[in-house]
């Protein structure tokens, strides 16, 4: 079925690191089972990493829609770049 995606602006500072919620980052497909929507990072930040929140320093490839509902997947900015914004697909 379709999928709908709703994404807004995270804000991090240098050398910090924010965990994603659904106010940032939501899809929905109609079905009661977010666990089972996957996102799967095909092309990872410049500036940093995202990572499980129980796992600080080693990058994650994806991560279930459940886990952002737990607030459990954060992005870490890296504290040596100096960037406005970064983003990951």
């Known amino acids: 079925g379709d999928i709908a995606l709703l994404m807004k602006l995270l804000s991090v500072p240098k050398g910090d ?3 994603m919620t659904t106010d940032v980052l939501l899809a929905l497909d109609g079905t009661d089972k977010p666990e089972e929507l ?3 990072i095909t092309s990872p930040p410049q500036y940093g990493h995202i990572e499980y929140a129980r796992h600080p320093g080693i990058p ?3 991560f ?3 886990d952002v ?3 459990i ?3 870490v900015h890296n504290t040596k770049a100096a960037a406005r914004e970064d983003t990951f697909r």
Do not use: E
């Open 17 to 19: 690191r924010s965990c």
């Open 69 to 71: 509902a737990r607030q």
């Open 60 to 62: 994650i490839t994806s």
């Open 73 to 75: 997947v954060c992005y």
């Open 38 to 40: 996957l996102y799967v």
């Open 64 to 66: 279930s829609q459940m």
